[in-house]
């Protein structure tokens, strides 16, 4: 079963923008992290944001928010004021289990493509 | 701080022919990751490595793949022989595992090969 869902395929934004990517996971385990990661054109992922299970508040970093709604299994990432420079492929992923007991395997979505147009 | 570094950046093989990638870790980074990356899709665990010891291998299709990590740093990911559906991005990740660690496996820009 897919464990972590991302529905779009390509999203456009135009710059200075708001945008949100969708998200949604499947876990039985009541400890999880849920991750954004972006891929730019140069192939390598870029950690954004990370939401912990038991998180009371949604995490923000910078331009970056991760709306967190536990009872719909949902975790979308809200850019703010898009730059250019945020086009790329944007991964949700996800890591069951308390951190920092041992391994546990991250799961990645199949990706959402940004295109920002000025 | 440098971080990982992956070689080559592109490979292009026939098939049946061997291949294989290197990576050096984040210094200090006790846990290392190969996942392999199909065109639209998102990264999938191939091997995971703490220190020497490989302690996840479940996805390494062991009839062709190996993988080593010699000393607990560099490691390398080999293909013999290669097939056509081998064509993909390879990526190493780095992180550090364990009471005070966080929680980010850091990315290298992965080495994209095609298989003819």
């Known amino acids: 079963a897919q464990k972590i869902t991302q529905t779009q395929p390509g999203m456009f934004v135009q710059e200075k923008e708001a945008v949100t990517l969708d998200c949604t996971y499947d876990t039985s385990d009541p400890s999880y992290g849920l991750f954004w990661y972006k891929q730019p054109s140069s192939g390598e992922m870029i950690f954004l944001i990370y939401q912990g299970s038991y998180d009371q508040q949604n995490a923000t970093e910078g331009r970056y928010s991760l709306n967190f709604q536990k009872a719909r299994k949902s975790a979308n990432l809200v850019i703010s004021a898009s730059q250019l420079g945020d086009s790329a492929m944007y991964f949700c992923a996800m890591r069951e289990g308390r951190m920092n007991t041992g391994f546990q395997k991250l799961v990645f979505g199949t990706g959402t493509r940004l295109l920002v147009s000025p | 701080e440098a971080g990982v570094v992956q070689s080559p950046r592109y490979k292009i093989i026939e098939k049946k022919q061997p291949v294989a990638f290197w990576c050096n870790p984040i210094?200090?980074?006790?846990?290392l990751y190969w996942y392999r990356q199909n065109l639209g899709q998102g990264p999938e665990l191939l091997i995971r490595?703490?220190?020497?010891?490989?302690?996840?291998d479940s996805q390494l299709p062991k009839d062709r793949f190996s993988a080593e990590r010699l000393k607990g740093v560099d490691s390398t990911l080999k293909i013999q022989p290669a097939e056509l559906g081998d064509s993909a991005v390879y990526l190493c990740?780095?992180?550090?595992?364990?009471?005070?660690?966080?929680?980010?496996?850091?990315f290298g820009p992965g080495t994209r090969l095609t298989v003819t």
């Open positions: 490595y703490e220190n020497e010891e490989a302690v996840d």
């Open positions: 210094s200090g980074h006790n846990t």
């Open positions: 990740a780095s992180s550090l595992e364990g009471e005070l660690a966080g929680y980010e496996q850091y």
